[in-house]
């Protein structure tokens, strides 16, 4: 059964980059149906997609944060990473990753059907 | 701001049916999927598609669609569907977006 692990510092100072990565296991990365993807969560607010990338590295961002955002994969280890960068306190949430299955032509359709248990990063000096 | 809207709150009585409902006008083009989360827990996919059920989630949980407006329909609520609801899609960009969510409650 396929399961996804965040992993990564708890806590990061203003300016820096936050990094965390997610080890996927039970499955190979290499799934040509899916898409894999970061999705956060502010204390006591609503879910944000982030970004999602594609085995191959193909990825897209959630345009609010596209210019502090990189994802990459790493298909030998079979984790995907992210990296946001010049944090603030307003970055401060659980982090998710999750499986992005995705589906149909011309017009795709997506779910993320199966999650991380999410980790939590506080942006603070 | 979400171009996905949900009703902040909604209440049903035990064994009663609800429906939560998303709107956005990207939802003429796009399926929502629908999102369950419990406190202190990650979100569970419940419905995706036109109307699909992953293993495991009771068939109380459906899915439907009209115009812009996706509805997630839980028939004979129970107290253990007492959570958060969120839908998600895609925007009128093509970029993927979720709805504020939808506080449950079951009385």
């Known amino acids: 059964q396929l399961q996804l692990q965040e992993s990564g510092p708890g806590l990061v100072k203003p300016s820096e980059t936050l990094s965390l990565t997610c080890t996927v296991s039970g499955g190979s990365i290499s799934s040509s149906s899916y898409y894999w993807g970061w999705i956060r969560q502010p204390p006591g607010k609503g879910l944000e997609w982030i970004g999602s990338?594609?085995?191959?590295?193909?990825?897209y961002y959630n345009p609010s944060l596209k210019s502090r955002v990189t994802i990459s994969v790493d298909t030998s280890k079979n984790q995907f990473s992210l990296k946001l960068s010049s944090v603030t306190a307003a970055d401060t949430a659980v982090y998710y990753c999750?499986?992005?299955?995705?589906?149909?032509?011309?017009?795709?359709?997506?779910?993320?059907?199966?999650w991380g248990q999410g980790t939590m990063v506080t942006v603070s000096s | 701001s979400s171009e996905l809207t949900q009703d902040p709150a909604v209440s049903v009585a035990l064994g009663q049916t609800v429906r939560i409902t998303c709107q956005g006008d990207s939802l003429r083009s796009y399926y929502a999927s629908w999102y369950q989360q419990k406190p202190g827990q990650a979100p569970v996919l419940v419905i995706y598609g036109k109307n699909n059920r992953p293993s495991g989630i009771p068939d109380r949980f459906s899915g439907s669609s009209s115009g812009n407006t996706a509805s997630l329909t839980i028939t004979g609520a129970q107290a253990e569907d007492e959570a958060d609801y969120y839908c998600n899609s895609r925007d009128s960009s093509g970029n993927l977006v979720f709805g504020g969510g939808t506080k449950l409650t079951v009385l």
């Open positions: 990338i594609y085995y191959s590295g193909s990825t």
């Open positions: 999750a499986r992005q299955l995705s589906w149909g032509t011309p017009i795709p359709h997506d779910a993320f059907d199966i």
